[in-house]
């Protein structure tokens, strides 16, 4: 059953960062692209950054480009999301997922603001 849990979001200022966090169970990750997805309230599920499977492919919504880093560990079926120079606008809840993927997690909070 695949399963992913989000963590390490929270409260920051303008400016800040954090880095989230993705547990996948459930799969053979090292053999799937992984996604980092947000939501913000009132608005549809947006694409934030895509890895492939084995990490050398990268890519960023424009948005983000250039402040967020995506990585991988493989060995510890681990996603995680660095975060930079955030902005109010990057408040959402943030969910990871494999590409066209059904199951998600519960995400993570991220709240930017002064």
């Known amino acids: 059953q695949v399963h992913f849990v989000e963590s390490g979001g929270g409260l920051v200022q303008p400016g800040g960062s954090l880095r989230l966090s993705c547990a996948a169970s459930?799969?053979?990750?090292?053999?799937?692209?992984m996604n980092w997805y947000r939501q913000a309230p009132g608005k549809e599920r947006e694409l934030v950054a895509v890895i492939s499977s084995a990490g050398g492919t990268i890519s960023y919504a424009d948005s983000v480009k250039g402040r967020f880093t995506i990585s991988r560990d493989n060995a510890k079926n681990m996603l995680y999301l660095q975060m930079n120079k955030l902005k109010p606008e990057d408040t959402a809840v943030y969910f990871c997922n494999v590409p066209r993927g059904s199951s998600w997690g519960q995400g993570t909070q991220v709240t930017v603001s002064s």
């Open positions: 459930g799969f053979i990750f090292n053999s799937y692209a």
